[in-house]
């Protein structure tokens, strides 16, 4: 089976950012979201700083106010309520004076309880505003060094020439095969392994070429606007050839990498095969030794033997589309390093 490789597949993917693989995992998780929203942020020339805002930060911000809050009305009113007493009055010497001075001593304990809780609870929710603050500013540097690492190491697809566009969505479509064939799951010939390494440097470095191209392009196509001498224009004409070359330059990786993928598509639909004619052909033991104890024993052995003969074709497509996935894994990876 061959694929058409003259022209895109008819089903339009849609191109996904693309990550220098040498940057950490955890740089690309921390960011990934992030640049797909405001991608300019990790343009080359960028130089923007971030100030994030988390959910649990707002949330420890916003409860450490409350109680901050809640804090200060509790003391200012349990102060009032002292100042509104004024000093203890002298009792008389009976047993109603010695219960109203009592209930008056109570009562201010039970303030200067309350006035002692409400600084408490102040003073605790003063503390987490400034933790949470801290988290946030910890938070922010550690964004913001993940930016810096990942500036000049992405390639957002808006960055990009319509053309450029379609040939990266090609270059990804062709990788996500090859990943999701028997060849790369149960690693034949040792592919699995190479593809995990190669696959996405071929990437990302076609998505770097696609990046210098469409900016090359764009600056190109700005300058053949303006007016100019012939002298200019037949400078400019040069220029367009020049990008011409580039970009079939480009598109003959990713036909290279389609070609890699058909053939793992060829090798996923024979080894299916295969599996199907083994379990027949063990079913067909089983059936040859009933039919053997029959008298027609000699016809049916006749008609069930071609089954072992159609196993044996079936490998032998299967060791041929292995060697040829093989060899368009060499022409479409680059040389492992």
């Given at each position: 089976?061959t694929?058409?490789?003259d022209?895109?597949p008819?089903?339009?993917?849609?191109?996904r950012?693309?990550?220098?693989?040498?940057?950490?995992?955890s740089?690309v998780?921390?960011v990934?979201?992030?640049?797909?929203a405001v991608?300019?942020?990790?343009a080359?020339?960028?130089t923007?700083?971030?100030?994030?805002?988390?959910?649990e930060g707002?949330?420890?911000l916003g409860?450490s106010?409350?109680a901050?809050?809640?804090g200060?009305?509790?003391?200012?009113?349990?102060?009032?309520?002292?100042?509104?007493?004024?000093?203890?009055?002298a009792a008389?010497?009976?047993d109603?004076g010695h219960?109203?001075e009592q209930?008056?001593t109570?009562?201010?304990?039970?303030?200067?309880?309350l006035?002692t809780g409400g600084?408490t609870?102040a003073?605790?929710?003063?503390?987490?505003?400034?933790?949470a603050?801290?988290?946030q500013a910890?938070?922010?540097?550690r964004?913001?060094k993940a930016l810096g690492q990942?500036?000049?190491?992405?390639?957002?697809p808006?960055?990009l020439?319509?053309?450029a566009?379609q040939?990266?969505?090609?270059?990804q479509?062709?990788?996500?095969?090859?990943?999701?064939s028997?060849?790369?799951?149960q690693?034949?010939?040792?592919?699995?392994?190479?593809?995990?390494?190669?696959?996405p440097?071929r990437?990302?470095?076609?998505?770097?070429?696609?990046?210098?191209?469409s900016?090359?392009q764009?600056?190109?196509t700005r300058?053949?606007?303006a007016?100019?001498?012939t002298?200019?224009q037949?400078l400019?004409?040069?220029?367009?050839?020049a990008?011409?070359?580039?970009r079939?330059a480009?598109?003959e990786?990713?036909?290279?990498?389609?070609a890699y993928a058909?053939r793992?598509?060829?090798?996923?639909?024979?080894?299916a095969?295969?599996?199907?004619v083994?379990?027949?052909?063990?079913?067909?033991?089983?059936l040859?030794?009933l039919?053997a104890e029959?008298?027609?024993?000699?016809?049916a052995?006749g008609?069930?033997?071609?089954?072992?003969?159609k196993?044996s074709?079936?490998?032998?497509?299967l060791?041929?589309?292995?060697?040829?996935?093989?060899d368009?894994?060499?022409?479409?990876l680059?040389?492992g390093?």
């Amino acid at each position: 089976m061959t694929a058409n490789l003259d022209k895109p597949p008819s089903v339009e993917a849609v191109a996904r950012p693309a990550f220098d693989p040498a940057l950490p995992e955890s740089v690309v998780h921390m960011v990934a979201d992030l640049a797909d929203a405001v991608p300019q942020l990790l343009a080359d020339d960028s130089t923007e700083t971030l100030t994030v805002s988390s959910t649990e930060g707002r949330f420890i911000l916003g409860k450490s106010f409350k109680a901050v809050v809640s804090g200060v009305i509790v003391s200012a009113g349990t102060w009032l309520a002292e100042h509104l007493l004024g000093q203890p009055l002298a009792a008389p010497d009976t047993d109603l004076g010695h219960r109203t001075e009592q209930i008056d001593t109570l009562a201010r304990s039970a303030l200067d309880l309350l006035q002692t809780g409400g600084a408490t609870v102040a003073a605790a929710g003063a503390c987490c505003a400034v933790v949470a603050v801290g988290f946030q500013a910890s938070q922010n540097r550690r964004m913001n060094k993940a930016l810096g690492q990942a500036r000049g190491h992405y390639v957002h697809p808006s960055w990009l020439s319509a053309d450029a566009v379609q040939l990266l969505s090609r270059a990804q479509q062709a990788a996500d095969t090859v990943l999701c064939s028997r060849l790369h799951t149960q690693d034949m010939e040792g592919l699995g392994a190479a593809n995990r390494v190669q696959l996405p440097e071929r990437i990302w470095s076609i998505a770097q070429s696609l990046h210098r191209f469409s900016r090359a392009q764009a600056a190109s196509t700005r300058a053949d606007g303006a007016d100019g001498a012939t002298t200019i224009q037949e400078l400019l004409e040069g220029e367009q050839v020049a990008l011409a070359t580039v970009r079939s330059a480009l598109e003959e990786q990713v036909l290279a990498l389609e070609a890699y993928a058909s053939r793992a598509q060829e090798v996923d639909r024979i080894a299916a095969e295969r599996r199907a004619v083994e379990q027949v052909e063990a079913r067909s033991e089983a059936l040859m030794d009933l039919v053997a104890e029959t008298a027609a024993s000699t016809l049916a052995v006749g008609e069930i033997n071609p089954l072992t003969e159609k196993a044996s074709a079936v490998a032998a497509s299967l060791a041929e589309a292995l060697s040829a996935a093989k060899d368009a894994a060499t022409a479409a990876l680059p040389p492992g390093r």
